[in-house]
């Protein structure tokens, strides 16, 4: 196009230039010729105007502006801007999620609208109900306590349950039992009464242990400070006192019951409840101990929307989805299920949500009057529930399910003539009404 202009541009002068001439005419010869020419031939066609000379003009420098056009991109290249806007736009709507939660308060739960006031653990140790995020330190004040009855089994209970790492815990154990073991099969040598504090190995092993300096105390060490021979610093030993030495026997339980201990577990409390029948007893109003996230747990999350992001822009096989699949199901930490009974009673309880089916069933089977009666459990959409073994977030029944509760009708009604409820009558008398 732009050539084309350039020889419609040259065109017009060359028409406009007038006739010829050769460089050796004379003025009067070239005066008849032009003369002759300007008769014979017809007037020439006039020059563009200045309106069109500027509109050429105008159109030649769009085109030589206008961009050339882009070669066709290939699906690498697609894919890439694809992933680069979607990018963009996750980040954006992170950073205005951030925004919005700096400027407006936390939102208050109210407690009457939920299902269930939060996640509750039962202290093995005192019995009582705490919530779970005052769980761990329940539980260390109670060992705490416990130690003015027991010191033994108290500093044991702080080397297990205290200590995150089990594979520390099991080599610090180990290592505190060989002490202990060269005490009880060498009595009469003195080395083994004492423990030096600043030994490479206890340093590594022992001395980072929570508990671990209470439990020497207790088993009859007692902390002095000797000096070396040829060093001059003091340093710090565990001496066995004499009367430990006497009880070579209680040495020995001391050493097998650290062996054997197990950390303190505090179990979950099912906040078992027997509702009234109900149309809303597959509406759930879950408290947000149910959808905590832990610092693990949001790293996850991110790398998780990360991969989404792949995921557009790619086919996924079977293996792919099964895998994502299993993701999912490790989302929530724990359930609340409701099972409905023949009579429409509602009994509701908390579970871990890796917990199997079994835990359910045997729930179940607490509360009713006859632990002989056998019964089936229906999930959403009747699915039945036949493998105990599969967890409760593998059969989708996580955060919350509603259940149904079935078996022989002959059984039950002559269950239910006889004594009025599948369900104990102590649950019955504190019956709620589902808000």
């Known amino acids: 196009m732009k050539k084309f202009f350039q020889d419609l541009k040259a065109d017009l002068q060359f028409r406009t230039a007038g006739p010829g001439q050769k460089l050796t005419e004379t003025p009067r010869e070239r005066a008849p010729k032009e003369k002759t020419k300007a008769a014979e031939s017809p007037k020439p066609r006039q020059g563009p105007t200045n309106e069109a000379q500027m509109a050429a003009a105008a159109a030649l420098a769009r085109l030589e502006q206008k961009p050339k056009p882009r070669a066709p991109l290939s699906q690498d290249a697609i894919r890439n801007q694809v992933k680069k806007e979607l990018m963009n736009e996750a980040a954006a709507s992170d950073k205005e999620a951030t925004l919005d939660q700096k400027n407006s308060l936390p939102a208050v739960e109210d407690p009457a609208a939920l299902s269930v006031s939060g996640i509750y653990f039962i202290c093995p140790l005192t019995g009582s109900s705490v919530q779970k995020d005052k769980k761990e330190a329940h539980i260390r004040q109670a060992i705490q306590q416990h130690a003015s009855q027991d010191p033994v089994g108290a500093s044991i209970m702080e080397i297990h349950t205290l200590n995150r790492d089990r594979e520390k815990v099991k080599l610090g154990v180990e290592t505190i039992a060989k002490y202990l073991d060269n ?168 579970f871990f949500a890796r917990e199997p089916v079994s835990a359910l069933y045997q729930f179940v089977q607490e509360a009713l009057q006859v632990d002989w009666l056998p019964f089936e459990l229906l999930g959403p959409g009747a699915q039945k529930l036949t493998d105990e073994n599969m967890a409760f977030n593998e059969c989708g029944l996580v955060p919350s399910a509603l259940l149904t509760l079935t078996g022989d009708e002959d059984i039950m009604a002559g269950i239910k003539e006889q004594m009025g409820s599948l369900l104990k009558p102590e649950l019955l008398s504190d019956v709620q009404v589902l808000s």
Request: contains cysteine; aromatic residues 10%.
């Open 183 to 350: 005490i009880h099969l060498h009595p009469e040598e003195e080395k083994y009464w004492k423990i030096k504090l600043q030994n490479k190995v206890f340093q590594e092993r022992i001395h980072p242990l929570e508990g671990a300096d209470k439990f020497f105390q207790a088993v009859g060490f007692e902390k002095i400070t000797l000096s070396v021979p040829e060093q001059e610093d003091p340093e710090e030993f565990y001496i066995l006192k004499d009367e430990a030495l006497e009880k070579l026997d209680d040495l020995k339980e001391h050493k097998e019951n650290l062996l054997s201990a197990e950390p303190v577990r505090a179990q979950l409390d099912r906040q078992r409840c027997v509702f009234k029948p109900s149309a809303r007893a597959s509406h759930f109003e879950l408290p947000s101990d149910f959808f905590n996230l832990t610092t693990e747990e949001l790293i996850r999350e991110r790398r998780l929307r990360a991969e989404a992001v792949e995921k557009i822009t790619m086919l996924r096989t079977k293996a792919m989805r099964e895998k994502e699949g299993q993701r999912e199901m490790k989302k929530y930490n724990y359930t609340l299920l409701r099972v409905r009974f023949p009579d429409g009673y509602i009994l509701q309880g908390t």
